[in-house]
């Protein structure tokens, strides 16, 4: 399990990067962090953070009680390398890994259980939302150009399931040819390796700015009981 944190939270504003923003009383890698190590198929967490926060964020994690992290090392220039950073931090390589943003706190135990047992299945998987927003493409000025058509379209979330010998491929080829890709997903389909596509979770939010960290605030809040006994809270179904 990677968790790449190395992120400076640019977008987010702040004196500190969102990663270690205080969310329900505990930073937000503590959340991340913390679903992983509860997952009964997780068995060593390995995190990525920025160099100058790399000493604090293990003291922090261990005082969590994240019981499977076995190291913080060192992020790398953009995301793709601290995730490299990440594989080269096992001794010895996991059979599958997950790869997992560090500002998506809020990941059920089924989650990451279905994106494992694809991973094992197929070589790949990711966890990803069907599109149900209407799409269009934009043309000059400003102007739609035409719609899109969404039949077929999936929003990529994290986790990222592989097994680790493709993954490691993936990463050496993309070195090699001196790409960059949008995520781990990208790198092994120039592989010609088909990822399998697992149902996320609409509550599996990417925190990028002040609103995203105030929606996941009040999706940590649990329900209360109404006056004749209903469940009050928010929610959004899955």
């Excluded at 329900?24 to 190590?37: K, N, S």
């Excluded at 694809?118 to 998987?125: D, L, Q």
């Excluded at 996941?216 to 109404?226: Q, V």
Aim: glycine share 10%.
């Amino acid at each position: 399990m990677i968790i790449p944190a190395g992120g400076s939270g640019r977008r987010f504003g702040g004196a500190r990067p969102k990663q270690f923003v205080s969310l329900a009383g505990r930073p937000v890698l503590a959340h991340t962090v913390l679903a992983f190590d509860r997952a009964p198929s997780v068995g060593r967490i390995v995190v990525v953070a920025p160099a100058a926060h790399r000493s604090a964020a293990e003291r922090m994690l261990r005082a969590a009680g994240c019981r499977k992290l076995v190291a913080v090392v060192e992020g790398g220039k953009e995301r793709q390398d601290s995730v490299w950073n990440g594989l080269e931090a096992f001794e010895p390589h996991p059979r599958i890994v997950l790869v997992h943003d560090a500002v998506r706190p809020i990941v059920p135990e089924e989650t990451i259980e279905a994106v494992i047992r694809a991973a094992r299945r197929y070589g790949a998987a990711v966890a990803a939302l069907p599109v149900t927003d209407t799409l269009k493409r934009e043309g000059p000025r400003g102007f739609t150009a035409s719609t899109v058509d969404r039949s077929g379209l999936w929003a990529v979330q994290t986790p990222q399931g592989f097994r680790t010998r493709v993954l490691l491929l993936a990463h050496r080829a993309a070195q090699r040819d001196g790409v960059r890709g949008t995520d781990e997903t990208s790198l092994v389909e120039r592989l010609g390796v088909a990822v399998r596509l697992v149902p996320g979770d609409r509550r599996t939010l990417k925190i990028t700015t002040s609103a995203d960290l105030d929606l996941c605030a009040a999706l940590l809040i649990p329900p209360r009981r109404g006056r004749f006994g209903h469940r009050r809270g928010l929610r959004i179904p899955g």
